[in-house]
């Protein structure tokens, strides 16, 4: 057993999920961040426990032959996990973990190039800054890799370019006016978050800043500052006075503008609040749910089911299309959201329905109701039992599954291929540059 600290070297044989190298030594697993399958390094332990141990990368000895110089040099904010490997590489990667985890399963199928970005940066359309305060110097950043400690970054490569300017905005306000950030062990201060949100078609952008009590000192100063170039669209102040994670709270005040901005995707406009889910790279958004619909092969007769709708992005794409769409999500604002998305695009022929999928879909086959098409774009958990078998008593045509976790994505694929299902395409896509996370479309037909 080395000493604390002492170096040794190793060679990476894999990746974990969020992207750390993993090394065997002496019947440990150990975890290196930053480094890639196949490098050979000089490491140093910590946290040795029984079956595994952390280490510190000292130095690369054998490279990747991809690996590239990081995009960003706030490296220990773990956002980018691949930010040090190629994009082709990355993209390749990707598409590895679908084979991988389809074979698991026992699951033979071509799995086609995972589709990636022409320029995979400046592509995120929402950050979330978590501000503290340091001997009385503002902190606007992100949490560093494995705790609640911020970090205080200027700019992000991978976010809006406009992002930079407002955190600067909002960072000299602080300073200038002495705002407290947030203390999260005496849960006191003032500022606790900042999220940004653009529409990158429409050229929107709304400041939302959650602050812990209904106060905030020198709002108009603030206000006049964000919005003195024209290019803020809506300021919102969210109150979240609870000793929680979670970011927003409850109440809102609006301080400029609307509770909502609008963006594009496929021609379709939606309106995003602060409490909306979207995704957050519009221009993959879109090829993942054109691959949607392309799968779902549409004549313009068919009643569609569109399982965990979210605000009805992927309803929209299909009702354009099809006859009729039925969307269900159990986020009762997200269905709102999907109801008025809805109606500001003149699609009539949807219907949306609040509760659980495998409550409300197995209720809906009861009074009769059928599809021709199925969507499902679950959760990371995939889909329950109960939805999966009542899909496959609908017997609908083709279902088109979009996945966000290849290993329940095979598990459920499992299931329906038994149900009579045949598997026919599968699109890896990467819609999170520089992460481990890839989305995946298949589409299955039946038998």
């Not at 956002?79 to 993209?91: I, P, R, T, V």
């Not at 997200?334 to 659980?356: C, M, P, S, W």
Request: glycine content about 6%; some cysteine.
């Amino acid at each position: 057993m080395p000493n604390h600290g002492q170096p040794i070297t190793l060679t990476i044989n894999s990746l974990t999920e969020k992207g750390d190298g993993i090394a065997d030594w002496h019947g440990r697993k150990i975890f290196i961040p930053a480094t890639l399958p196949g490098e050979q390094v000089s490491v140093s332990l910590y946290g040795v426990k029984p079956k595994y141990a952390q280490a510190e990368l000292n130095y690369i000895i054998q490279p990747h032959p991809k690996r590239v110089e990081p995009h960003c040099s706030y490296s220990e904010c773990g956002g980018c996990q691949l930010s040090h490997l190629s994009y082709d590489a990355q993209l390749e990667l990707k598409r590895q973990q679908v084979v991988d985890a389809l074979a698991k399963k026992n699951i033979d199928h071509p799995v086609a190039v995972c589709l990636g970005m022409e320029y995979p940066l400046a592509f995120r359309n929402k950050a979330v800054f978590a501000v503290r305060s340091e001997n009385g110097v503002s902190q606007i950043g992100f949490y560093r890799k494995n705790s609640h400690q911020v970090i205080d970054i200027s700019a992000c490569p991978i976010q809006h370019p406009q992002t930079a300017e407002i955190i600067t905005t909002i960072r000299n306000w602080m300073n200038e006016f002495q705002i407290q950030g947030y203390d999260e062990t005496n849960h006191s201060g003032c500022l606790r978050y900042v999220m940004i949100r653009h529409g990158f078609k429409a050229n929107t952008c709304m400041v939302v800043l959650v602050t812990l009590s209904d106060e905030l000192p020198a709002e108009q100063e603030l206000i006049a500052r964000l919005t003195a170039n024209g290019e803020i669209d809506s300021i919102i102040q969210n109150i979240n006075p609870e000793r929680v994670n979670r970011i927003l709270g409850e109440q809102q005040r609006i301080h400029f503008g609307s509770e909502a901005i609008e963006d594009v995707l496929h021609d379709l406009k939606f309106n995003i609040s602060a409490h909306s889910f979207y995704q957050v790279n519009p221009q993959q958004t879109d090829r993942l749910y054109a691959t949607a619909l392309d799968y779902a092969e549409l004549k313009g007769e068919e009643t569609v089911f569109d399982i965990y709708c979210g605000i009805g992005t992927i309803s929209l794409y299909l009702a354009q299309a099809a006859r009729h769409v039925i969307g269900i999500e159990v986020v009762e604002q997200a269905i709102n959201d999907a109801r008025h998305n809805a109606e500001i695009n003149q699609l009539a022929n949807t219907e949306f329905y609040v509760g659980k999928a495998e409550e409300v879909v197995p209720a809906l086959y009861t009074k009769g109701y059928k599809a021709d098409v199925m969507v499902v774009d679950p959760p990371r958990k995939g889909c329950e039992p109960v939805v999966l078998k009542t899909m496959a008593d609908m017997r609908p045509e083709r279902i088109v599954y979009v996945s966000c976790d290849p290993d329940s994505l095979a598990r459920d694929l499992v299931l329906l291929c038994k149900s009579g299902y045949q598997l026919t395409k599968v699109q890896p896509v990467d819609m999170f540059p520089h992460s481990m996370h890839v989305e995946t479309v298949v589409q299955l037909v039946k038998s």
